[in-house]
Structure formats: structure tokens, C-alpha cells
T-cell receptor, first 111, second 113 residues
Framework: GQNIDQPTEMTATEGAIVQINCTYQ??????LFWYQQHAGEAPTFLSY????GLEEKGRFSSFLSRSKGYSYLLLKELQMKDSASYLC????????????FGTGTRLQVFP | DADVTQTPRNRITKTGKRIMLECSQT?????MYWYRQDPGLGLRLIYY???????NKGEISDGYSVSRQAQAKFSLSLESAIPNQTALYFC????????????FGSGTRLTVV
């Protein structure tokens, strides 16, 4: 089966850096996704990792270690608009490549 | 126009009523999904469809049904709505090989009173 864990809530200060961790257990790993979701809105795609290492996209970076079943999303130069939930999702080829979502990490950025 | 469109955006209905939520997409994706989201529980899969003739139950299908009218259309029905079906509902699409995962609609906020 699949199990995805991420912290429920985090807080940070504007301008700071925050790292949101995600651990997963899956039998047929085929990629990990991070989504951002503002309250009451649809999740939007942030990043995709299928190989080990760091993917950088502007202020956001995502890291993957397949051997450890671990990923993190790094947000730099935090802005107030980054206050949102961040969803980690794993694609499992043994589950017809559907995405399995974690429950999300709610990030609050304070001035 | 949005790639994935859900209607209605908001709906209040009474217990016992039948209600249909609609989803249409312009992505040309074969795969479509219905999720519900509740506070603290994350996204839970209700039904999914990999093509027009393929419909599958997700983890919480009881009390729901779906119809895949065309590649672009996938509707979700609550046969007899109950208050614990009050939630935010999302439709999503994907292609098998894409590195973008799912594309979500804007969501339908459903309240059953």
C-alpha cells in the first residue's frame, strides 16, 4: 500500500526560508509531485521529481531521495502570498499510476 | 477559458435530494478523477475513469455515482445527499506520461442541509 507523511502545520517569517518534508512508502514509485493550494481553491502544480536530486524553479526547489523515500520542498524569500497548503503526492505504477496525496502542510507566513 | 471547468461553483441542497456535479475539460486527457476534500483529511478519491468505457471506484465511492459522457465530460452524482457529504469537490484530469500530474478544476463547494 501507500503511506505519505508530511507535517500538518508550519509557520515562518516573511523573507525567510522554509523546508517542508514528505516521506512516503510505495511499492511502485513513479514520480513525486508538489502542489500548492490556497484556501478554497484548486491545487496547482509546483514541481515534479522522478530521479534523485534537486529541481530548482525560481524561489521553489524540490528534492528527492528514492532510497530514503523522502522529499522536501524548499521555499526561499518567503512572501505573504506563500501562505497556503502544500500537498505532496506520489505516483505509483502498481496503482495504475494514480496520484496518492498526503494530507498537506498548512504554511502560515507572518510579517 | 479554464482547462478543467466544474459547475456549479457553489451549491446548497437539502438532505435526500439528488444532485449532479459536472466537469468538462479541454486538455484532451483520457484520465479523469473526482475527489472530495475535507479539513484535515486531504484529497480522497471518489471515482476515476481512464477512458469513456472505463469507470472505477475510488476509496470512498459509497453514496456516489459517475457518468463519463464523452472524453471531455465526467459528471458526479449524489443519489440521495446527506449532510456528511458536505465538502469541497474537485475534478481532475491527467495523461499517463505527463510530468505535470493532475490538472484540477476550480472546485465545487457543496453544502447539504
Amino acid at each position: 500500500g501507500q503511506n505519505i507523511d508530511q507535517p500538518t502545520e508550519m509557520t515562518a517569517t516573511e523573507g525567510a526560508i522554509v523546508q517542508i518534508n514528505c516521506t512516503y512508502q510505495t511499492s511502485g514509485f513513479n514520480g513525486l509531485f508538489w502542489y500548492q493550494q490556497h484556501a478554497g481553491e484548486a491545487p496547482t502544480f509546483l514541481s515534479y521529481n522522478v530521479l534523485d536530486g534537486l529541481e530548482e524553479k525560481g524561489r521553489f526547489s524540490s528534492f528527492l531521495s528514492r532510497s530514503k523515500g523522502y522529499s522536501y520542498l524548499l521555499l526561499k524569500e518567503l512572501q505573504m502570498k506563500d501562505s497556503a497548503s502544500y500537498l505532496c503526492a506520489v505516483r505509483d505504477r502498481r496503482n495504475t499510476d494514480k496520484l496518492i496525496f498526503g494530507t498537506g502542510t498548512r504554511l502560515q507566513v507572518f510579517p | 477559458d479554464a482547462d478543467v471547468t466544474q459547475t456549479p461553483r457553489n451549491r446548497i441542497t437539502k438532505t435526500g435530494k439528488r444532485i449532479m456535479l459536472e466537469c468538462s475539460q479541454t486538455k484532451g486527457h483520457d484520465r479523469m478523477y473526482w475527489y472530495r476534500q475535507d479539513p484535515g483529511l486531504g484529497l480522497r478519491l471518489i471515482y476515476y475513469s481512464f477512458d469513456v468505457k472505463d469507470i472505477n471506484k475510488g476509496e470512498i465511492s459509497d453514496g456516489y455515482s459517475v457518468s463519463r459522457q464523452a472524453q471531455a465530460k465526467f459528471s458526479l452524482s449524489l443519489e440521495s445527499a446527506i449532510p456528511n457529504q458536505t465538502a469541497l469537490y474537485f475534478c481532475a484530469t491527467s495523461d499517463l506520461e505527463g510530468g505535470f500530474g493532475y490538472t484540477f478544476g476550480s472546485g465545487t463547494r457543496l453544502t447539504v442541509v
